[in-house]
């Protein structure tokens, strides 16, 4: 188990920092550990104590329980699914090089990490990273599902990649005839609207509802605040026409978006009746 997490601030086996304070947080560490968790410690036992800390996102615990499974001759040396846990620890503690590294440390420990410990690494690492890891995935014969390509396409948005990227994810999921779910279209609209490229967006709504992936309320609102921003108010009223239609009840949020669109193409009137109805509907206040 000699790997070295010195970049995420904890140390498995050699670190490159040997100063004698490191040492003792180390040993600290490993005391509280042994503490922990002590007396009969069977793989149950030890699955229940990962999960534990990595619900908590005690990361750096999940990590020396996890060191202990190698260590301990009496205890069943750890799984995939131990890894992912204390990967998910990680992921939650924003320690995305310890993720990295715990996903090498499977290597060197002959654990062959799965499809769900890939997604979770996807999740804990950085955008750039994370194309890598798809990389792997594929060099691995492991063909990245929903959870992959929705978790790259909501990177790819919040670090204003093109819009095109989100939605060749779309495309590659449905050439494997993977059926996108509604996080996976929301994620494509959204990089869209982000790119004013309303026609897309609406043509995206348009295959979720023949699909039968229903579109939730931010979805339909996003793209009628995109719509109403480019002067396109019709649309955005009958967008809002639409989600009454689909059984999703409208809030403030939307309704706000369609009067202001309405508002800035001069309909003032239509901006008042709008909000009348709103205020007929009864659509609370937000909080």
């Known amino acids: ?57 005690a990361w750096q615990e999940a990590v020396m329980m996890l060191l202990r499974m190698w260590d301990d001759p009496d205890i069943h040396h750890p799984n995939a699914y131990h890894y992912c846990a204390t990967i998910k620890a990680c992921k939650r503690g924003r320690q995305w090089r310890a993720a990295l590294l715990l996903l090498e440390h499977m290597r060197r420990g002959l654990v062959r990490p799965d499809v769900i410990t890939y997604e979770a690494v996807l999740k804990a690492t950085t955008w750039t990273l994370a194309l890598e890891i798809i990389g792997e995935m594929r060099r691995e014969s492991f063909e990245p599902g929903i959870v992959a390509c929705t978790t790259i396409m909501k990177k790819a948005s919040l670090h204003d990649c093109p819009w095109s990227l989100t939605l060749s ?19 494509a609209i959204r990089a869209c609207t982000r790119g004013h490229h309303w026609q897309m967006a609406l043509s995206l709504l348009r295959m979720m509802q023949q699909e039968g992936v229903q579109p939730h309320l931010k979805c339909w609102t996003t793209i009628s605040d995109t719509c109403g921003r480019v002067s396109l108010w019709e649309i955005a009223m009958d967008l809002l026409e639409q989600m009454r239609a689909s059984c999703v009840s409208p809030d403030r949020v ?18 008042i009746e709008l909000y009348q109805e709103m205020q007929r509907a009864g659509v609370p206040q937000m909080q």
């Open 254 to 271: 939307s309704y706000g978006v369609v009067i202001d669109s309405c508002q800035l193409a001069g309909h003032q009137q239509l901006a």
């Open 169 to 187: 994810m779309l495309h590659e999921l449905r050439q494997r005839a993977v059926q996108p779910d509604s996080a996976a279209y929301d994620t």
């Open 1 to 57: 188990a000699a790997v070295a997490l010195e970049a995420a601030g904890v140390c498995l086996g050699q670190s490159a920092r040997s100063d004698s304070t490191r040492e003792l947080e180390i040993a600290s560490m490993a005391a509280r550990a042994q503490a922990t968790v002590g007396g009969d410690m069977s793989e149950k036992r030890c699955t229940r104590i990962i999960n534990n800390y990595s619900n908590q996102a």
